[in-house]
């Protein structure tokens, strides 16, 4: 069991940076495949970032060279940090901790970009 609290959004121009912050509260934090997903309102929830047990990330094609997750198990926390934001890149933003067949969502964050 894993708990999850995501913060950091907020409103920023075209062109800023943002860094969110999933932080992990329970056992057994190295053990989870970390994920970061977004959901814009009228679109599904749209997969992100991952990073895993072991530190490897991988983000999607849209953020590539954008976005960056990393993870410090030793604050039992995940970064997903944004640089120069689109518009839409807006959306409510969750990440969630994957183990095995179990995987825990924490309650999002707004990030809202402006033109």
């Known amino acids: 069991q894993v708990q999850l609290v995501e913060s950091g959004g907020g409103l920023v121009q075209a062109g800023g940076s943002l860094r969110l912050s999933c932080a992990a509260s329970?056992?057994?934090?190295?053990?989870?495949?970390i994920y970061w997903h977004r959901q814009a309102p009228g679109n599904e929830r749209e997969w992100v970032a991952v990073?895993?047990?072991?530190?490897?990330?991988n983000v999607a094609d849209s953020v590539k060279g954008r976005f960056t997750i990393s993870r410090d198990n030793a604050e039992r926390t995940v970064y997903l940090h944004m640089n120069s934001l689109k518009p839409e890149d807006t959306g409510v933003y969750y990440c969630?901790?994957?183990?095995?067949?179990?995987?825990?969502w924490g309650q999002g964050t707004q990030v809202t970009v402006s033109s």
């Open positions: 969630s901790a994957k183990f095995l067949d179990s995987q825990h």
């Open positions: 990073i895993s047990a072991g530190g490897t990330p």
């Open positions: 329970g056992s057994w934090f190295i053990r989870y495949t």
